[in-house]
């Protein structure tokens, strides 16, 4: 992958009528990048994608793919293939006439459209299934003719629209393995439209976090995940521990907070008397005792007041601080002796925390 943006979006957005639905985006995207586009529903985000694929223009702002500007450009004209949710194949075709159409409406010629046809499908891991008739297919098997049909035109950029939503949780993850070999065998742009946060994780390069219409928070799912920007983040992105900080002072590079769990050093700066939040994830929670230390958060005891068994771990959901009237949750290994009711004394790696100013 090269750092040069194959499609760029500057200052982009899309109003309907007082209705916001995309909010000065910018981004760069590099050639080879797979890039999900994440969020809530009504966030921005398929209205972002549906920009890159000429589907809807923008009212302000410019959209540049390889180079040319393509904003006010027709699909058919963009080096672009959208694939919808709900794969939009012909029933009447047979599954290499599916596949071929793309290349049948760019006037290829008969015997080129159903090598490169044939070819889409052996990609995709659909050999022989060209005769087929779509009714014939299951639904991961529909997913990937629609897949076969977008990559058989050679798109500069594959945008992909929530194109596992309608498939059963075993054949969606497999389909996400497949989606990543499958550009990184192409050495192909996607974009990725979801708002499953494990599949976004699972399958990007990047992640952009939609919000309300415009850009939350972008970077690698390491990053979005054990480090996020901004307390929308940290809520969306699995689950985390919000807790609520004061500050209290400033000792070099090391703010000092007030919480109810006990006064935490961590680096930052601010204003005395200043909210902040910190963030700890379920599984950055340690049980057991342990040495003081400037590398530990010593977070007290809790009690538990719920346990669910989820086959590789343990969620515990227990109160802590002080008043004991803090909600927590905090992960154990599948075979933790621990029952509702018992105290737990709970720690955390100081480098764990994130501090956020918002």
């Known amino acids: 992958m090269n750092n040069e943006p194959l499609v760029v979006l500057d200052s982009v957005s899309k109003f309907y009528g007082d209705v916001i639905a995309a909010n000065d985006v910018s981004m760069n995207i590099a050639q080879g990048e797979f890039l999900v586009l994440l969020g809530p529903s009504g966030s921005g985000k398929t209205t972002i994608l549906s920009m890159m694929g000429g589907f809807t223009i923008p009212s302000k702002g410019k959209i540049s793919i390889a180079g040319e500007d393509v904003t006010d450009m027709s699909p058919a004209f963009r080096p672009t293939v959208t694939v919808f949710q709900d794969y939009a194949l012909f029933p009447h075709m047979s599954v290499l006439d599916n596949v071929a159409f793309g290349l049948l409406m760019r006037k290829v010629s008969k015997q080129d459209r159903i090598k490169r046809a044939e070819e889409s499908l052996d990609k995709v891991g659909l050999t022989g299934f060209g005769k087929r008739g779509i009714h014939q297919l299951s639904g991961g098997q529909r997913q990937r003719v629609a897949l076969a049909r977008a990559i058989a035109v050679e798109p500069a ?99 000092k907070l007030s919480t109810k769990f006990g006064e935490i050093a961590l680096p930052g700066a601010g204003e005395s008397g200043a909210e902040r939040s910190v963030v700890l994830r379920p599984e950055q929670i340690k049980i057991g005792t342990h040495d003081a230390s400037e590398r530990l958060i010593a977070l007290g005891e809790c009690k538990v007041s719920e346990i669910i068994f989820q086959g590789t771990h343990k969620v515990l959901y227990a109160q802590g601080g002080q008043g004991m009237d803090t909600h927590i949750q905090l992960r154990a290994a599948p075979d933790f002796a621990v029952v509702v009711g018992d105290m737990l004394e709970i720690y955390a790696e100081a480098s764990d925390a994130v501090l956020l100013t918002h």
């Open 157 to 255: 950029v594959l945008l992909l629209d929530e194109p596992l939503g309608a498939l059963d949780l075993k054949i969606r993850h497999q389909m996400q393995e497949e989606l990543v070999h499958l550009q990184q065998n192409l050495n192909a742009t996607f974009v990725h439209v979801t708002h499953d946060q494990e599949e976004a994780m699972s399958i990007a390069d990047n992640i952009a976090l939609i919000n309300h219409g415009g850009i939350e928070d972008y970077g690698p799912p390491e990053r979005i995940y054990l480090r996020p920007a901004t307390l929308f983040t940290a809520k969306f992105m699995g689950e985390s521990n919000i807790i609520s900080a004061e500050i209290s002072g400033q000792d070099d590079d090391l703010v």
